[in-house]
């Protein structure tokens, strides 16, 4: 059983950053880690995962370039660092996690709370 929590979100300005983190209860070296966004109105999405090492990584295209996804399998944690941010950007992020390198929501076994970014223009 692995439990996570997000921190990290807030109130921004567009072109501002943010570092997003999510803690596990457990040992999360066997699982890929996945950032998912939830906008009002909107379904689900994915914004960036990980393999269990790091080594394998995917950005959706919306955020390639701009978002940088990271973990520290010693502290058990994941990060996701959020620069040039956009109001378009703005929803409930969720970190995830499962036992598959993949990013369809549907394949992660874990979630979290989720945290709030807004972005203003």
């Known amino acids: 059983q692995v439990q996570l929590v997000e921190s990290g979100g807030g109130l921004v300005q567009a072109g501002d950053s943010l570092r997003l983190s999510c803690a596990a209860s457990g040992r999360t070296v066997n699982y890929a880690m996945g950032w998912f966004r939830q906008a009002p109105g909107k379904d689900r999405e994915i914004v960036a995962t990980m393999d269990g090492t790091g080594g394998r990584t995917y950005y959706a295209d919306s955020v390639r370039g701009r978002f940088t996804s990271s973990r520290d399998n010693n502290k058990n944690m994941a990060f996701l660092q959020m620069n040039t941010l956009k109001p378009e950007d703005t929803a409930v992020y969720y970190c995830?996690?499962?036992?598959?390198?993949?990013?369809?929501?549907?394949?992660?076994?874990?979630w979290g709370q989720g945290t709030q970014v807004t972005v203003s223009s």
């Open positions: 995830a996690a499962g036992l598959v390198y993949t990013s369809r929501p549907t394949e992660y076994h874990y």
